[in-house]
């Protein structure tokens, strides 16, 4: 039995949910759902969450423009419902630690469902949404470089509305660049290549795109971990590189991992990630994309369906099939397939904005909605500036008693860095950066050898 709080913060979800709905929100399938499902358990809302969801679910100034947004749109196609009548944490016979009924995948979780949603019509008439979620344990880096942001750069500021999810000062460059390097390069984009996965980060156009297919869905991501690795000693280099910091970066590390425990064993559930991009510089960070960023080139994705043929959608089927007609248009450079895609990116054709025209109009029109992705080029400047129009949301689990821990020790930890830096002398802060580089080059060389040998089995 629910304890009063959380019945009453359930009973507040539902007329939340209740009034978007009334409002013009269309998410029958969710009541479809519901009705017969209240017996089971809301999840507690994060401090983060519980913001979200004070707020009014329409504050969006001035008159909506588009029919609906974009989860909304999601929502309304007839193959989008049938998949979310039969969702599943894994596809059948991979390993999953629990076993979840697609109501359970869902009735839980309306006061999140609910919150974005809401920021989606908030900011529909300024911003398109993408969606990503990231093991919770990924935010403890997150969390310190906003902190140490904060503090060196915006004093006194919150930065409500922004996560930082990159760390490292890499190239800006324009996503249609982006595409015809990739093209005439690789013979397409593949974001299994270390040096495009540094640049590109794999989205979701709504909440539950690419439901029914496990290892694309962002909703899958956010109910189960998919593995578990602490951030390394080079991100942590990153972050203090970026701020001038000489922190010893292994130590740090170290420092850091009983934080990072302590979201891991927090919730089952990981952490969700909503991007808002202005609509008017979507099309310079953002372009149209199939599993693992491949261009929406019907002809191409064509050719690469008919290597997987009935198997599932999944990494082992998937990456083969992709690095296959890469290969093949790398070898025959007159293939008529490989011209289009060349002649389409040059044009502009993988752009953003006109789809998102379409999908938050027309969503029946568009073929294949629910398996269209898109890719962020998260190493523009719009993703490592607070003030460029980009706003970050997280949705996450944690309960609320571990979460204040976690900040409360977390800001220790960067009262130590700071107040360590501060007393240093320019000698000592010479040494300590010459020290921290050193470790650098010594562990990405060990992670290199290591690659190597791993490809080599």
């Not at 009063?4 to 949910?17: A, N, S």
């Not at 999944?314 to 397939?337: C, E, L, W, Y």
């Not at 993988?350 to 969503?363: Q, T």
């Not at 129009?389 to 609320?400: C, D, H, S």
Request: charged share 25%; glycine share 6%.
């Amino acid at each position: 039995m629910l304890i009063k709080r959380e019945k009453k913060m359930w009973e507040r979800v539902i007329q939340k949910v209740t009034r978007t709905i009334l409002q013009g929100l269309y998410i029958g399938l969710f009541v479809f759902l519901l009705l017969p499902s209240f017996k089971i358990e809301a999840k507690s809302a994060s401090p983060a969450l519980q913001g979200e969801l004070a707020k009014a679910p329409t504050k969006s100034a001035g008159i909506l423009t588009d029919e609906y947004v974009q989860t909304e749109a999601h929502l309304q196609v007839d193959e989008v419902k049938e998949e979310m009548s039969k969702i599943n944490l894994r596809l059948p016979g991979v390993p999953s630690k629990r076993s979840l009924s697609p109501n359970q995948m869902v009735t839980p979780y309306l006061n999140i469902i609910s919150a974005v949603i809401n920021k989606e019509v908030e900011l529909k008439n300024t911003h398109y949404a993408f969606y990503n979620a990231s093991n919770n344990e990924w935010r403890v880096p997150q969390d310190l470089y906003k902190k140490l942001y904060i503090h060196y750069k915006k004093p006194g500021s919150q930065l409500n509305d922004f996560a930082f999810v990159r760390f490292g000062g890499a190239k800006s460059i324009k996503a249609q660049d982006f595409l015809n390097e990739n093209i005439a390069k690789w013979g397409g984009v593949n974001d299994n290549i270390q040096e495009v996965k540094e640049v590109v980060m794999s989205v979701n156009l709504a909440l539950f795109g690419n439901v029914g297919f496990p290892g694309e869905c962002t909703w899958n991501y956010f109910m189960e971990a998919k593995s578990h690795t602490d951030p390394s000693p080079q991100r942590y280099y990153e972050i203090v590189k970026a701020f001038g910091v000489t922190y010893d970066i292994e130590l740090l590390a170290k420092e850091t991992k009983s934080l990072a425990a302590m979201l891991y064993n927090a919730s089952e559930e990981q952490t969700l990630y909503q991007f808002f991009v202005p609509i008017n510089k979507v099309d310079e960070v953002a372009y149209i994309a199939w599993v693992l960023g491949f261009p929406a080139h019907p002809k191409s994705i064509d050719l690469m369906e008919r290597v997987i043929g009935k198997k599932p959608h999944i990494g082992k089927h998937t990456v083969p099939a992709v690095q296959g007609v890469m290969k093949r248009f790398k070898k025959d450079k007159d293939n008529s397939v490989y011209k289009e895609l060349i002649k389409l990116a040059a044009d502009g054709e993988f752009g953003m904005s006109g789809f998102m025209e379409g999908m938050r109009n027309d969503p029946f029109s568009i073929e294949n909605l629910n398996e269209t992705q898109g890719r962020l080029l998260v190493t523009n400047p719009m993703f490592q500036n607070p003030s460029s129009g980009v706003k970050v949301f997280t949705y996450f689990t944690t309960p609320k008693k571990i979460q204040e821990d976690y900040n409360r020790k977390l800001d220790a930890l960067v009262q130590k860095v700071v107040s360590q830096e501060a007393s240093k002398t320019a000698q000592q802060k010479a040494a300590d950066q010459a020290k921290n580089e050193a470790t650098y080059r010594r562990l990405e060389k060990e992670a290199a050898q290591a690659a190597a040998a791993s490809a080599k089995k």
